[in-house]
């Protein structure tokens, strides 16, 4: 499945930025391919859709009532902030970071840790170094 979270055409209908909006299509993608990396790193760990999607979007649960997956609207609009940020602020990224990466605060839109507040969960396994546990026995 692959899934985008916006296509050339509407970033381009939603950025006040018109040297981005002047790109060719397939600039303006690679462009989103990278935000999207961006996207997903802050976004925590859902449950996709279907496990074999690269995406963390579309998740399980975001589906129409006819059935079809969607892209949360604040999804769609993190990735556009996200694009204009890399486009005005690191103009020469071609490359994006791993899922499992996190990113620095200065490779992050502000309006994306905005917008994703409500898709920032954060569940996972939480690991401690060994000499800082200590044996409290089991509690019952």
Do not use: C
């Amino acid at each position: 499945m692959a899934t985008t979270y916006v296509t050339a055409t509407v970033l381009k209908a939603n950025t006040n930025n018109a040297t981005l909006s002047a790109l060719s299509d397939n600039a303006v993608n690679a462009k989103i391919e990278l935000a999207e990396i961006y996207v997903d790193s802050h976004a925590g760990y859902w449950d996709k859709y279907d496990e074999t999607q690269t995406r963390r979007f579309p998740r399980k649960h975001d589906v129409d009532s006819d059935g079809a997956t969607f892209i949360p609207e604040a999804v769609k609009f993190a990735t556009i902030a996200q694009v204009e940020f890399m486009f005005e602020n690191m103009p020469d990224r071609d490359h994006g970071i791993t899922q499992d990466e996190n990113p620095t605060s200065e490779s992050l839109s502000p309006r994306l840790r905005q917008l994703m507040k409500g898709y920032t969960k954060k569940t996972g396994r939480i690991t401690f170094p060994e000499d800082e546990i200590e044996d409290v026995g089991v509690i019952i």
